[in-house]
């Protein structure tokens, strides 16, 4: 038997999982070819305990610059530490992924806070080389897509060593879609690979009659004038909507 470790090491668990409860779903690879991207994708139903995971090897393996996702984690800490002092400071930049503000914020935040944040959540590699206020953009700072799934997970559940407001104002932050039938809560990002390829990062979660499912979509391209973000959410709702997302039936 195949034996499949998904690293939560951000939500400080592990969760050993066998192919009784993932399913590799390699027929999605027609929603990348048909953009014109390549990637990998991973969706974790919270209340059965099941993934379905497109292209494992670069899910769980592969580690990338977190670009603009990591707003999320920038955003926590200027909350819990009082550099910002409510999230109005903060939407409009988190929104539009204006990494200008975000690394202005990095300023304020400091080095030596924002080392101990992520050291203390084990966030991807933790290596924050390079320029001190874009780290997270210049390829040294990298997190694989199980890890950004384990993130997105304990930031929902109110489950990071961060106070409760904090995790709930960047909640409430993230763009979504929100109507009768469904809620669809997400974060984008966008950078460079060291080989000149863009990267993009879809994360976030659908919800239906309360019940969460977790997802993350990590693609590129050799296209750098592509809209990446634009692409991964089509890519995102292209993949959920023949699983039955959508409808309120979930």
Not at 57 to 75: E, H, K, L, M
Not at 113 to 135: A, C, E, P, Q, V
Not at 146 to 170: A, C, H, M, S, T
Request: charged share 25%; hydrophobic share 35%; proline share 3%.
């Amino acid at each position: 038997m195949i034996r499949i470790l998904f690293l939560f090491i951000i939500s400080s668990v592990f969760i050993s999982c066998t192919t009784n409860n993932v399913t590799v779903d390699n027929s999605l690879q027609k929603y990348f070819d048909s953009a014109g991207v390549k990637g990998s994708f991973g969706l974790f139903d919270n209340g059965q305990g099941q993934f379905t995971i497109y292209n494992l090897p670069r899910f769980r393996d592969s580690a990338y610059q977190p670009a603009g996702t990591f707003d999320i984690v920038q955003s926590l800490i200027a909350l819990q530490t009082g550099v910002a002092k409510d999230d109005s400071v903060l939407r409009q930049a988190f929104q539009s992924n204006d990494q200008t503000r975000f690394s202005e914020l990095s300023g304020r935040i400091g080095k030596d806070t924002l080392k101990k944040w992520i050291d203390s959540i084990h966030y991807g590699n933790r290596d924050m080389g390079g320029k001190s206020d874009s780290f997270w953009l210049n390829n040294h700072l990298k997190i694989t897509s199980d890890e950004q799934l384990g993130l997105i997970k304990r930031l929902y559940f109110d489950q990071l060593p961060f106070f409760n407001r904090p995790q709930k104002l960047v909640r409430e932050m993230m763009p979504e879609e929100n109507n009768s039938n469904y809620r669809l809560v997400y974060k984008t990002g966008r950078g460079l690979k060291e080989d000149g390829r863009v990267l993009g990062w879809i994360m976030g979660w659908e919800e239906e009659n309360k019940h969460p499912y977790f997802f993350v979509l990590n693609l590129e391209s050799a296209d750098t004038t592509k809209d990446l973000s634009g692409t991964g959410l089509h890519i995102v709702k292209s993949i959920l909507k023949p699983m039955g997302f959508f409808e309120g039936k979930k």
